[in-house]
């Protein structure tokens, strides 16, 4: 949505009523996730809120509940650009009901090493399918009349030392990979950017000339005429991030401009034509999400709240990816079962989003048991249905969890959860309340409060040694009916956002407890500055018998008709703030899959994980599917795969190893403060392709529950160098019992070649759906920039002469079609399109 000129006039007429003092007062946040308004000039407060896999609005409060998405990995894995565009709008109506006019979503960042800590909350390692994915996820939220937020621009994909890390990647490998899904955001409208935590090559983003070319000259670069905003605390200086193309400074009210800004532009050290340009941008995004002039209702209504839950019951088979189904074992049929053993934690503590700034708390959570089960009983109707036994398969986490409410009670009241209370430097109250959970993120904002207390009734479920936590910094205290069990001064370690305001450590100490009586459990805090305010109290059971709950497991499987077995990662192992140390599972999950599988040739196991983790026994089972963090519909969509309801129609949007020394391209860890891109344009499939080695499951893969025959494909014999777009056809027949639908991919590749290439990269993609032995036609877009490559010496984009391969097929490790195309010789090198999208 451009401005049109009466708009531009508009703005210039509402900035020159505001003293440079206004001015420079509206580019730092009014408070944590706030703008200040301007009465002056009809501007209201903006509130912001985090994504993308739900909208958490401004109070991080368990009480205030949200709808969660499927993980954008799991979104990505749809390769379903108005499935993405329905679940963007629903994410609007959201926020709107929660008061947000702007949505810090989608990220944009790219899974260069499995390793990546964020992974859950990227789409792809791939720049095109991210960038579809992206703008598709842009559309639906702005057409909600929300901004999207694309972010973190650039270069932000890897979670270790991310405030401080200086990435250095070459112009080409930025521009190819790393810069293309943020260029086709903007092309689509994109309302705002968050500029990132990160350098890039020797200057940190905030301060970047990236934030000027390309992204908002003119001419020579992309345009971009919206806002951008830093990353929480990513400007932390003053002249360098003023005089670049950074607009607005969050959160606050503190910060570098808000302390030194005036004075800057007073002493001529700031030009203030650079400020005006910054307000020009915040009045604009004001505008577009109706926060500026006469309020009114902005985009299209809001979506009837009873339809989000059957909108992300069908995201759920959409992106689910059945990697293997040997025999047939998948769909089940509900009517030949007698007995059905669900195994491990994540089937009833099913994952259902990534840790971090994107949580928000869900109203319901259907855990995978809890689905299956549901289908079993609409299955049977009057008739008997099958029987259907949980084990866990490992013993309880020993690490403290957040106390719950089915075994808590407030000791005021006596209603499941906690007491909070907020005591003055003296210990006397000033503020207490009822709370759901022992993690209280942010208490209420009281005048004086110096301590945050958390106290509950606990009443343990089993004899034994419990771990008891308390989570935060600073002075701390922990105690157990009226014994303190620790006290101490645990100083800040940290000045990353995430560990400090939403996951701090916990420091633990043993109680013995006894089952079914009940112990008040008191945590304290000291409310210091600069510590953050997240207070936890939490609590583990005794470690079990890990021979004996493997035991169980094994018996239930052997005595069923079909094991399902639920495996993935914890809170510990994917996060943001970190990332992982190992892709291997957790907790002794992989032991407990391969004794199911020997104890049940009919084994199906889900895999519930943000990004990739590895399969050391994928081999050893007959089905495997892979759930994602499928969000609060989980089980019943999951069930709606495992009997057959839905396709699962995930295809995998980054590559998976068996092992994690297999992987070419895994390091994350900055070496002297740097981590350099040495790998250049060839990460994913393309550096699996270029080492010549083999993965597990190639990007792009996914079976549904039929099969397909590659017939045929046409493409232009000849086709122009650059600037139009190729349509190739691929013809393909359903050859199984059922209809389906198939993801057809189209790589590139050339040999005979002066450029550093991959050896195929995806250049296109769409669906197609048919019946049982019927033919099918997609026809695959190749981008007008599919052919070229980003030329440092002469700064744009070129194609080389001659003739390149066409592959087609349903992976990057899976294509049985071949042709050519030949681009005719016009000089040295042809020039490539200039402001073309990627996706064009």
């Given at each position: 949505m451009a401005e049109d000129e009466t708009e531009r006039d508009e703005t210039e007429r509402l900035l020159e009523k505001l003293d440079i003092g206004q001015k420079v007062r509206l580019l730092t946040g009014a408070s944590n996730w706030r703008t200040?308004?301007?009465?002056?000039?009809?501007?209201?407060?903006?509130?912001?809120?985090?994504?993308?896999?739900?909208?958490?609005?401004?109070?991080?409060?368990?009480?205030?509940?949200?709808?969660?998405?499927?993980?954008?990995?799991?979104?990505?894995?749809?390769?379903?650009?108005?499935?993405?565009?329905?679940?963007?709008?629903?994410?609007?109506?959201?926020?709107?009901?929660?008061?947000?006019?702007?949505?810090?979503?989608?990220?944009?960042?790219?899974?260069?090493?499995?390793?990546?800590?964020?992974?859950?909350?990227?789409?792809?390692?791939?720049?095109?399918?991210?960038?579809?994915?992206?703008?598709?996820?842009?559309?639906?939220?702005?057409?909600?009349?929300?901004?999207?937020?694309?972010?973190?621009?650039?270069?932000?994909?890897?979670?270790?030392?991310?405030?401080?890390?200086?990435?250095?990647?070459?112009?080409?490998?930025?521009?190819?990979?790393?810069?293309?899904?943020?260029?086709?955001?903007?092309?689509?409208?994109?309302?705002?950017?968050?500029?990132?935590?990160?350098?890039?090559?020797?200057?940190?983003?905030?301060?970047?000339?990236?934030?000027?070319?390309?992204?908002?000259?003119?001419?020579?670069?992309?345009?971009?005429?919206?806002?951008?905003?830093?990353?929480?605390?990513?400007?932390?200086?003053?002249?360098?991030?003023?005089?670049?193309?950074?607009?607005?400074?969050?959160p606050g009210p503190e910060g570098p401009w808000a302390a030194g800004l005036l004075g800057a532009v007073a002493s001529g050290l700031v030009d203030e034509a650079r400020i005006d340009d910054k307000v020009r941008r915040l009045l604009r995004l004001a505008r577009r999400v109706g926060a500026l002039g006469e309020p009114g209702p902005a985009g299209r209504p809001l979506a009837p709240a009873a339809d989000g839950p059957a909108l992300l019951r069908r995201a759920v088979p959409a992106g689910t990816v059945l990697l293997r189904n040997d025999g047939g074992v998948l769909p089940l049929d509900a009517a030949r079962l007698r007995r059905v053993a669900v195994v491990g934690p994540h089937a009833k503590a099913v994952r259902i989003q990534g840790g971090g700034s994107a949580e928000v708390f869900p109203s319901s959570v259907v855990t995978p048991l809890e689905g299956i089960e549901a289908a079993l009983r609409e299955a049977a109707g009057a008739g008997t249905r099958a029987e259907v036994t949980y084990t866990p398969g490992l013993p309880p986490y020993t690490r403290p969890r957040p106390l719950d409410p089915a075994w808590t009670r407030d000791p005021c009241d006596g209603r499941p959860g906690v007491l909070v209370r907020l005591l003055d430097a003296e210990g006397a109250e000033l503020h207490s309340e009822h709370r759901l959970s022992g993690r209280i993120v942010e208490p209420a904002r009281v005048a004086g409060a110096a301590t945050v207390e958390i106290r509950a009734l606990v009443r343990p479920a089993e004899s034994g040694s419990w771990t008891l936590g308390v989570g935060g910094w600073g002075l701390m205290s922990l105690a157990v009916d009226g014994r303190t069990l620790l006290s101490g001064e645990f100083p800040l370690d940290s000045d990353d956002p995430t560990r400090v305001h939403v996951s701090p450590p916990y420091r633990c100490a043993e109680a013995e407890l006894t089952e079914g009586v009940e112990v008040e459990v008191v945590a304290r805090r000291r409310l210091d500055p600069g510590t953050g305010i997240a207070t936890l109290l939490a609590a583990a059971p005794p470690p079990?018998?890990?021979?004996?709950?493997?035991?169980?497991?094994?018996?239930?499987?052997?005595?069923?008709?079909?094991?399902?077995?639920?495996?993935?990662?914890?809170?510990?192992?994917?996060?943001?703030?970190?990332?992982?140390?190992?892709?291997?599972?957790?907790?002794?999950?992989?032991?407990?899959?391969?004794?199911?599988?020997?104890?049940?040739?009919?084994?199906?196991?889900?895999?519930?994980?943000?990004?990739?983790?590895?399969?050391?026994?994928?081999?050893?089972?007959?089905?495997?599917?892979?759930?994602?963090?499928?969000?609060?519909?989980?089980?019943?969509?999951?069930?709606?795969?495992?009997?057959?309801?839905?396709?699962?129609?995930?295809?995998?949007?980054?590559?998976?190893?068996?092992?994690?020394?297999d992987v070419p391209v895994l390091d994350t860890r900055p070496r002297g403060g740097r981590l350099p891109y040495e790998e250049g344009v060839h990460i994913g499939h393309r550096a699996w392709l270029r080492a010549g080695a083999e993965p597990a499951y190639w990007f792009g893969h996914g079976l549904g529950y039929t099969t397909w025959e590659y017939v045929g494909m046409e493409a232009p014999g000849t086709v122009p160098g650059s600037g139009v777009p190729v349509d190739v056809h691929v013809r393909l027949r359903n050859t199984g019992a059922r209809r389906g639908r198939e993801v057809v991919q189209v790589y590139l590749a050339r040999t005979d070649t002066a450029v550093d290439r991959p050896v195929r990269a995806l250049a296109g993609y769409a669906a197609v759906e048919a019946g049982p032995g019927e033919e099918s036609v997609a026809t695959v877009r190749l981008a007008a920039r599919a052919l070229s490559h980003w030329s440092t010496e002469r700064g744009r984009w070129e194609t080389e002469p001659g003739t390149f391969t066409l592959l087609a097929g349903s992976s990057a490790g899976e294509l049985p079609l071949r042709t050519t195309v030949t681009v005719p010789a016009t000089g040295p090198l042809s020039a490539g399109p200039s402001m073309e999208s990627a996706l064009r």
């Amino acid at each position: 949505m451009a401005e049109d000129e009466t708009e531009r006039d508009e703005t210039e007429r509402l900035l020159e009523k505001l003293d440079i003092g206004q001015k420079v007062r509206l580019l730092t946040g009014a408070s944590n996730w706030r703008t200040y308004g301007e009465p002056a000039v009809g501007l209201r407060p903006l509130t912001m809120s985090d994504g993308p896999a739900g909208v958490r609005g401004e109070a991080w409060d368990e009480r205030r509940t949200s709808l969660v998405l499927p993980s954008p990995t799991a979104l990505a894995a749809s390769w379903d650009g108005e499935l993405v565009q329905e679940l963007g709008g629903l994410l609007a109506a959201e926020a709107r009901r929660k008061g947000v006019q702007v949505l810090l979503a989608p990220t944009l960042n790219l899974h260069r090493s499995p390793l990546g800590g964020r992974h859950f909350e990227c789409f792809s390692e791939d720049p095109l399918l991210t960038a579809r994915t992206g703008v598709a996820f842009v559309t639906g939220v702005q057409e909600g009349g929300v901004a999207a937020t694309a972010k973190h621009f650039v270069a932000n994909d890897a979670e270790t030392d991310r405030l401080r890390v200086d990435v250095i990647v070459d112009e080409r490998t930025l521009r190819e990979l790393y810069l293309a899904p943020f260029e086709a955001a903007v092309d689509a409208g994109v309302w705002a950017v968050m500029s990132a935590y990160n350098k890039v090559n020797g200057v940190t983003m905030s301060a970047s000339e990236l934030l000027e070319r390309p992204l908002k000259e003119f001419g020579g670069g992309w345009g971009f005429d919206g806002l951008v905003v830093s990353d929480w605390g990513a400007v932390r200086s003053l002249l360098d991030t003023a005089r670049s193309g950074q607009d607005l400074a969050m959160p606050g009210p503190e910060g570098p401009w808000a302390a030194g800004l005036l004075g800057a532009v007073a002493s001529g050290l700031v030009d203030e034509a650079r400020i005006d340009d910054k307000v020009r941008r915040l009045l604009r995004l004001a505008r577009r999400v109706g926060a500026l002039g006469e309020p009114g209702p902005a985009g299209r209504p809001l979506a009837p709240a009873a339809d989000g839950p059957a909108l992300l019951r069908r995201a759920v088979p959409a992106g689910t990816v059945l990697l293997r189904n040997d025999g047939g074992v998948l769909p089940l049929d509900a009517a030949r079962l007698r007995r059905v053993a669900v195994v491990g934690p994540h089937a009833k503590a099913v994952r259902i989003q990534g840790g971090g700034s994107a949580e928000v708390f869900p109203s319901s959570v259907v855990t995978p048991l809890e689905g299956i089960e549901a289908a079993l009983r609409e299955a049977a109707g009057a008739g008997t249905r099958a029987e259907v036994t949980y084990t866990p398969g490992l013993p309880p986490y020993t690490r403290p969890r957040p106390l719950d409410p089915a075994w808590t009670r407030d000791p005021c009241d006596g209603r499941p959860g906690v007491l909070v209370r907020l005591l003055d430097a003296e210990g006397a109250e000033l503020h207490s309340e009822h709370r759901l959970s022992g993690r209280i993120v942010e208490p209420a904002r009281v005048a004086g409060a110096a301590t945050v207390e958390i106290r509950a009734l606990v009443r343990p479920a089993e004899s034994g040694s419990w771990t008891l936590g308390v989570g935060g910094w600073g002075l701390m205290s922990l105690a157990v009916d009226g014994r303190t069990l620790l006290s101490g001064e645990f100083p800040l370690d940290s000045d990353d956002p995430t560990r400090v305001h939403v996951s701090p450590p916990y420091r633990c100490a043993e109680a013995e407890l006894t089952e079914g009586v009940e112990v008040e459990v008191v945590a304290r805090r000291r409310l210091d500055p600069g510590t953050g305010i997240a207070t936890l109290l939490a609590a583990a059971p005794p470690p079990g018998d890990a021979r004996a709950a493997l035991d169980a497991a094994v018996a239930a499987a052997r005595a069923a008709d079909v094991a399902v077995v639920v495996v993935g990662t914890t809170e510990e192992s994917e996060s943001e703030g970190r990332d992982r140390e190992s892709l291997a599972l957790p907790d002794g999950q992989d032991a407990l899959v391969r004794a199911v599988a020997r104890a049940n040739p009919r084994t199906v196991v889900l895999v519930n994980s943000g990004g990739p983790v590895a399969l050391p026994w994928h081999r050893d089972v007959p089905a495997l599917l892979l759930a994602w963090f499928p969000g609060q519909e989980a089980g019943h969509g999951l069930a709606d795969v495992l009997f057959g309801h839905a396709e699962p129609g995930g295809r995998l949007p980054t590559t998976w190893a068996v092992a994690q020394e297999d992987v070419p391209v895994l390091d994350t860890r900055p070496r002297g403060g740097r981590l350099p891109y040495e790998e250049g344009v060839h990460i994913g499939h393309r550096a699996w392709l270029r080492a010549g080695a083999e993965p597990a499951y190639w990007f792009g893969h996914g079976l549904g529950y039929t099969t397909w025959e590659y017939v045929g494909m046409e493409a232009p014999g000849t086709v122009p160098g650059s600037g139009v777009p190729v349509d190739v056809h691929v013809r393909l027949r359903n050859t199984g019992a059922r209809r389906g639908r198939e993801v057809v991919q189209v790589y590139l590749a050339r040999t005979d070649t002066a450029v550093d290439r991959p050896v195929r990269a995806l250049a296109g993609y769409a669906a197609v759906e048919a019946g049982p032995g019927e033919e099918s036609v997609a026809t695959v877009r190749l981008a007008a920039r599919a052919l070229s490559h980003w030329s440092t010496e002469r700064g744009r984009w070129e194609t080389e002469p001659g003739t390149f391969t066409l592959l087609a097929g349903s992976s990057a490790g899976e294509l049985p079609l071949r042709t050519t195309v030949t681009v005719p010789a016009t000089g040295p090198l042809s020039a490539g399109p200039s402001m073309e999208s990627a996706l064009r």
